[in-house]
């Protein structure tokens, strides 16, 4: 089964960084795409960024570009976020997500094969 990993959360001030990673276990292919998405309080769950894996092809959510950097180690099956200028309302449940079809575009939950169990981010004032 193949597995995504979050690690990386924590609580940081507002203005500061931290840098997430996702490892994937036992992947069935290099060629895929890893998303990262966010559940805030009482919010539906939002795209953040994607990457795939073999290309480097990134996407971002408007609300972090320039701030946020997905990047990835193909030999380790491993993605990252990097998160600078944090925001108050960047306090969420970070998630990757893993899809191997591609059958829908990279924003889209639903195309996304497995899930990792998330990592909680706290941004303070």
């Known amino acids: 089964q193949v597995q995504p990993v979050e690690s990386g959360g924590g609580l940081v001030q507002a203005g500061g960084s931290l840098r997430l990673s996702c490892a994937v276990s036992?992947?069935?292919?290099?060629?895929?795409?890893m998303g990262w998405f966010r559940r805030a309080p009482d919010q539906e769950i939002a795209f953040v960024a994607a990457?795939?894996?073999?290309?480097?092809?990134?996407a971002y959510a408007d609300s972090v570009k320039g701030r946020f950097t997905v990047s990835r180690d193909s030999a380790k099956d491993t993605g990252y976020l990097q998160m600078n200028s944090l925001k108050l309302e960047d306090t969420a449940v970070y998630y990757c997500?893993?899809?191997?079809?591609?059958?829908?575009?990279?924003?889209?939950?639903?195309?996304?094969?497995?899930w990792g169990y998330g990592t909680q981010v706290t941004v303070s004032s």
């Open positions: 036992r992947a069935t292919s290099s060629n895929y795409r």
């Open positions: 997500g893993v899809d191997f079809g591609f059958s829908g575009t990279y924003s889209q939950t639903w195309t996304y094969d497995y």
């Open positions: 990457i795939t894996m073999s290309s480097g092809m990134t």
